[in-house]
């Protein structure tokens, strides 16, 4: 499926959420996108392990936290994985779009 009429951030609702603190903001992302790589070890494991409720778990965690930062696109990929089996494909997509993501509205020089 493609996902690119989806943006990887939607300001208003970020701003919204974050009573347009751009300090919050920041720290927001930050915890986001550390908590990303460990969102992704629990898909991968997901996979390999077949651990649907795992898979479906972890999926909707990255769905809640992608879309109250107004992060659209993630949290529609993560939506329709919430809704199914674990998939590599899908994993693959999550990875993709999770970078993609983060380049775009964390392009900060402490991002690693």
């Known amino acids: 499926m493609n996902y690119s009429n989806e943006p990887l951030l939607d300001q208003a609702i970020l701003n919204e959420n974050t009573m347009n603190s751009v300090p919050l903001q920041k720290e ?3 915890l986001f996108f550390e908590q990303g790589e460990l969102y992704i ?19 909707h965690g990255v769905k809640g936290a992608s879309r109250s930062l ?4 993630l949290a529609t990929i993560a939506m329709e ?13 999550l990875r993709t779009i999770l970078r993609e993501t983060r380049g775009h509205v964390w392009p900060k020089e402490t991002a690693a």
């Open 81 to 93: 994985a919430e809704r199914t089996a674990p998939n590599a494909d899908r994993l693959a997509s």
């Open 41 to 59: 070890a629990q898909l991968e494991d997901a996979v390999r392990d077949d651990d649907v409720t795992a898979w479906r778990m972890t999926a």
């Open 28 to 30: 927001l992302f930050e």
């Open 70 to 73: 107004g992060m659209t696109r």
